[in-house]
T-cell receptor
């Protein structure tokens, strides 16, 4: 079974803080993704990575950066958290086959106050 | 116009009923299609892929109509355990590249006794 873990289930941060969200997968998948999910907006892609040290912007990259130093780990960084970044953040992974399903982590509920 | 549109529901149906969801997509070049299921406060999980010829998995049937750009999901003999949000998902990228999925906002199903 694919296992995707995220560093925290719930996180509360203050405006202006730097926030790190970590995602680790154990299936040797090449592709990893970060989404945020908001009511009425669905899941929106922030960034994805198809290889170590490779990254591409998704649909809403503003205010975020990512890091992929090892194949199994993909980090999302909020350089200076703002209240409009309060959301559920979901990491996902998939093998290179584009028709393969995406496996999601349990999510991190981030609240920025 | 949203890339993927779904009726948010909720659909409230009695156990044993048949229920159908539709989803429309705007990009005629979309390559592959999926239904994901998301339980309350959980991550999305793949329910089934949607093939051009239509496909069935037990009580679930998925259909694709490329000409009209819509996807459907039919659930027969609904169970209480089918209560969840069903996400229509479209892959925007050509085959052979890392999958970039566009998620609908989901249709909520509540099956009652």
């Amino acid at each position: 079974d694919v296992k995707v873990t995220q560093s925290s289930r719930y996180l509360v941060k203050r405006t202006g803080e730097k926030v790190f969200l970590e995602c680790v997968q154990d299936m040797d998948h090449e592709n990893m993704f970060w989404y945020r999910q908001d009511p009425g907006l669905g899941l929106r892609l922030i960034y994805f990575s198809y290889d170590v040290k490779m990254k591409e912007k998704g649909d809403i990259p503003e205010g975020y950066s990512v890091s992929r130093e090892k194949k199994e780990r993909f980090s999302l960084i909020l350089e200076s958290a703002s209240t409009n970044q309060t959301s559920m953040y979901l990491c996902a992974t998939t093998a290179t086959d584009p028709l393969d399903e995406q496996y999601f982590g349990p999510g991190t509920r981030l609240t920025v106050t | 116009r949203k890339e993927v549109e779904q009726d948010p529901g909720p659909f409230n149906v009695p156990e044993g009923a048949t229920v159908a969801f539709n989803c429309t997509y705007s990009n005629s070049a979309s390559q592959s299609f999926f239904w994901y299921r998301q339980d309350c406060r959980k991550e999305p999980k793949l329910l089934m892929s949607v093939y051009s010829s239509g496909n069935e998995d037990g009580r679930f049937t998925a259909q694709l109509n490329r000409a009209s750009q819509y996807i459907s999901l039919l659930i027969r003999d609904s169970k209480l355990s089918d209560s969840a949000t069903y996400l229509c998902v479209v892959n925007r990228e050509p085959a052979g590249t890392a999958s970039k999925l566009t998620f609908g906002t989901g249709t909520r199903l509540q099956v009652t006794l």
